[in-house]
Structures are given as C-alpha cells and as structure tokens.
C-alpha cells in the first residue's frame, strides 16, 4: 500500500506544489490525485501532453459515476491524464459545489488508490493533494487507507503552532488519541515543512521539539526549499533547468529519506521505476502548481 495523502490546516502553503514536486521524482510510476473537495487547480494551469488543456470533465467528476458502482483499482486510469511531460493526474472538481456528487465515496476512493500499487496490471502509488483539511473536511476519510499523511506547513510561528494542533487531532481520529513520538501507528502522520534551504536544518529540530512536547505522534520529515523560481519551472512558466533547481534537489532528498526509512513497507517489484526518468519529465510536464500553492 502506498497512498501518500498531503494536506495543509490553513493558507496556502504549497499543497500542490509539494505534490506534483514529489510525483516529479517519485522513484517509482505515480499518479497525482487532486483530492481537495474545494476544486482542483491543476486544469487552470497545467497543458495536457496533446499540448491542448486538460479535461475538466476527465478526473473526479467523472470517477464518482463509476465508484457508486464499485471501484476497481485500476479503474482508476480510465479517468486519468498525462500532463505535457508525461506526469499522469487525477484531475480535481471544478467548484465545491460538485463535491457533493461524492458523498459517501471518499473511503470507496481511499481503497482504490490505497490497493493501486498492488494490481497486477498497471500499479502505481498515488499522491493525494487534499488541500486544506478541517475536521469535517470530507477528505480526509481517505486518511486510513493511507501509508502517510504528510502535513505541508510554512515556518511562521502561527503556522507551526497550526500544524502541530492539526497533528494532534488527526491522531485523535485516526489513532484514537495522541502518540509519543516513536509511535508506529498507521498512518504514520509527518510535516513537510517549506522553507528555506539556509534556515531548515535548525527549524526541523524545533519543530520537531514542539511535535514531541505536544505528544502528536507526528514528525518533520523532510523540508521543501521556498523556491519560486523553481516553482514557475514546474509550472512550465519559466524556462530553465528544473533537475537543478533548489525545490527538486529538496524534493529527491525527501523522496529518498523516505524509501530509506518506509520503502520496504511498500514495496512492489511489479511496479515500475521513474527514477531520473521522473525528474526529467518535470521540465516538461508543465504540472501547474506554484509557490503560493494550494
């Protein structure tokens, strides 16, 4: 299983960005769900590989038809596209409005995207961009099927303090209560702190201190560089070399960290590989997230 769902608790953080930077180097095949009952924002800014725009009507909105009638994992392709580039995207609802049509199908959605990585035709992991999460968001009834929950934060003080009350309540629901920090409860919950590269290293242990303190059972588990030229890169609205810009650099060390310390959990040799081949695809793809993000 490896449903990696991102979210943030207020603002706009870079939910998206963190998301589609992530996919970009995803050592292996991927798929980006935009899971924001609030709207997608991918079909606004992003080219699809014919080079026309992206299908508002091809994504979520078409998907909630086929989940009343049961989902197989790999139903899910038939609503998905390729961004220019080649990143394959579950494209978000237009309106929240249209959110509604999904009622009641959030956990049928979480399972699907929970077991993709296991079909034995086309697997894949998904990342969920869930954008911002309240208590009744109904996104987060995809939280248990998930492997991680990541919490994208800034580095404002009010921000943290955010996030740390954010990680507390979500283990309350999903774990039944607050864990000490060396907890092994599932979802494991983590913070994807944004911030900038000379700065992180001290602001992960004092985030980290304040996650401890506060008995959320969650943690700081990588930093993403504040980088908007490199964001307007992903975009496709800038030209330059993407592979080296400071939020991909940033975005491969999360990745790694992470298939060092969970990987073996999620492993799955029918899986394919991006590898390099995912970051070169990012210069292109032209994935429509910025560095104010969702």
Known sequence: MALIALAADKGSPGVTTAAVALAAVWPRRVLVAETDPAGGDLVYRSAAAHGGPLNPNTGMLSIAATARRGLVPDQLWDHTQPLAGGLEVLVGLGVAEQAAGLAGLWPTLGRAFSQLADSPHAP??????????????????????????????????????????????????????????????????????IADPSTSAKLVHQVNDMLVAAQTGARVVGTLAEDPAGAEQLAGRKRGRLDKSMLIRSARKVTVDLYQQYGAAWANPAAGTQGMQGTHGAGAHGAGAHGAGR
Do not use: M, N, Y
């Open 124 to 193: 894949a992991d998904v990342i969920a961009d869930c954008g911002r999460v309240s208590g009744d968001t109904p996104a987060v009834e995809l939280f248990p099927q998930a492997a991680l929950v990541l919490l994208v934060s800034r580095t404002e003080p009010e921000a943290i303090a955010r996030v740390r009350d954010r990680a507390a309540a979500l283990a309350a629901k999903l774990h039944g209560g607050s864990r000490g920090a060396a907890s092994l409860a599932t979802p494991l919950i983590g913070v994807l702190l």
